[in-house]
């Protein structure tokens, strides 16, 4: 969090990602961004050298209305104050605290505060603290000096293998939404079992998570599925397999 002035009166601005709930993150992914800008930003990411022309309305008008509505919803600045101030400000706002927050909306992994795009690098945390509890991410294992996620999970039962398989599909059907599925099904106190009420009421719950959690779970998991992928994958398919046929054999 960051303190700014502006018209002579300090506000804070959430800047970082610890700053951000997902509940933030989802509210701003919601926000539209301008064809041209958005171009802009998917060549950036790419390493295009193609250049976007932007005309004098572009940046004057439709670029700072919308920096003015990022700025809304990330600072506790009274939107009167961003309705009178001039685009520029809104500009230099944008441009030097928020910009690669907003941008990781429509990236595929998250972006990270330097001068230029960069990519976001977790810490490997293994657990945190959230509202006075701690919650542990799957146990993971050294391997060829890289952390392997889940190493030590257990059997999964049926039902903590669906909700596992839906909040993966949740994440690459529904990207940035589905996260807090991801978080409700993999983050658990310490000896806690699986239920599907638990995970139920932890989805609302996590979407106020901060983000440089809910990254941490995210990357986690990317991790399990590239190392474990193709089999775990595979496993839970066919526990869901069988039990689909278990009905048949029974005559059902």
């Known amino acids: 969090m960051i303190r700014v002035t502006v018209e002579g009166t300090g506000y804070s601005l959430k800047n970082e990602?610890?700053?951000?709930?997902?509940?933030?993150?989802?509210?701003?992914?919601t926000i539209t961004i301008p064809v041209k800008l958005r171009k802009r930003w998917d060549l950036l990411m790419?390493?295009?050298?193609?250049?976007?022309?932007?005309?004098?309305r572009n940046i004057v008008k439709d670029y700072p209305v919308y920096y003015g509505k990022v700025i809304?919803?990330?600072s506790t600045i009274p939107q009167k104050v961003i309705e009178r101030i001039e685009w520029s400000v809104r500009e230099q706002l944008f441009n030097d605290y928020l910009w690669y927050l907003a941008m990781s909306a429509i990236s595929q992994v998250p972006?990270?505060?330097?001068?230029?795009?960069?990519y976001f690098e977790p810490i490997g945390a293994t657990a945190f603290t959230f509202k006075g509890e701690t919650f542990y991410l799957p146990e993971s294992l050294e391997y060829g000096g890289q952390k392997t996620p889940l190493a030590y999970e257990r059997?999964?039962?049926?039902?903590?293998?669906a909700d596992i398989e839906i909040a993966l599909h949740d994440v690459a059907e529904k990207g940035i939404d589905g996260l807090a599925q991801l978080c409700a099904v993999y983050l658990r106190k310490k000896d806690e079992e699986h239920s599907d009420e638990l995970v139920l009421s932890r989805i609302e719950q996590f979407k106020?998570?901060?983000?440089?959690?809910?990254?941490?779970?995210?990357?986690?998991?990317?991790?399990?599925?590239?190392?474990?992928?193709?089999?775990?994958?595979s496993f839970l398919k066919g526990l869901l397999e069988q039990a689909q046929k278990q009905p048949e054999a029974a005559g059902l």
């Open 72 to 74: 809304a919803l990330l």
């Open 208 to 233: 106020e998570l901060p983000m440089s959690a809910v990254w941490e779970v995210f990357f986690c998991i990317m991790r399990l599925m590239q190392r474990l992928g193709s089999d775990t994958l």
């Open 17 to 29: 990602w610890g700053d951000l709930t997902l509940s933030d993150y989802l509210a701003l992914a």
């Open 111 to 118: 972006l990270d505060k330097r001068e230029k795009v960069d």
């Open 46 to 56: 790419t390493g295009s050298d193609e250049v976007v022309k932007d005309t004098y």
């Open 155 to 161: 059997i999964v039962t049926f039902a903590e293998a």
